[in-house]
Nanobody, 114 residues
Framework: QVQLVESGGGLVQAGGSLRLSCVAS????????MGWYRQAPGKERELVAQ???????NYADSVKGRFTISRDNVKNTVHLQMNSLKPEDTAVYYC????????WGNGTLVTVSL
């Protein structure tokens, strides 16, 4: 059974930082493509950042230079370091694992205040 458990969300002031983590179980993590998505109220879910099994990365234009995705294949964990946060980054952030098919976590809420 595949499980993705996110943590690290919370309330932060604009300009601040947060680090999200997602621990995966039930998959061969080192072969999985891992990603972070977000969904703001009234908007569609969108890709924030993705990291391949070979550690290649891609980012949404809106977060380039501010967010960094990384993975720890020993701890089966993917991180999203978010710096210089803006109110428009407010959303529920979801972890996604692609291993044969897509698996999703339940999400963690990030709220950025002015």
């Amino acid at each position: 059974q595949v499980q993705l458990v996110e943590s690290g969300g919370g309330l932060v002031q604009a300009g601040g930082s947060l680090r999200l983590s997602c621990v995966a179980s039930g998959v061969i993590f080192r072969f999985s493509v891992m990603g972070w998505y977000r969904q703001a109220p009234g908007k569609e879910r969108e890709l924030v950042a993705q990291i391949s099994s070979g550690r290649g990365t891609n980012y949404a234009d809106s977060v380039k230079g501010r967010f960094t995705i990384s993975r720890d294949n020993v701890k089966n964990t993917v991180h999203l370091q978010m710096n210089s946060l803006k109110p428009e980054d407010t959303a529920v952030y979801y972890c996604k694992c692609k291993f044969g098919r897509d698996y999703w976590g339940n999400g963690t809420l990030v709220t950025v205040s002015l």
